[in-house]
């Protein structure tokens, strides 16, 4: 979603980390990818529940 740019820097950061010689075990990789995913969904859903009040209270006026 609108989300997806934000998001990419960081996810290029936490690859580059994981193809680097840096020790990161599979455990925190997937730790990290999950944080995102997360944040992710979290944002959608705060911009999803903003856009339906906005058209709800919009309308009903």
Do not use: A, R, W
């Not at 020790?23 to 903003?50: A, P």
């Amino acid at each position: 979603g609108q989300f997806s740019m934000m998001f990419k820097p960081l996810e290029e950061m936490i690859k580059q980390h994981k193809d680097s010689n840096v020790e990161i075990s599979e455990e925190e990789y997937d730790k990290m990818k999950n944080l995102i995913s997360s944040l992710k969904s979290k944002c959608n859903t705060d911009i999803n529940d903003l856009n339906n009040k906005h058209f709800t209270t919009k309308y009903q006026i």
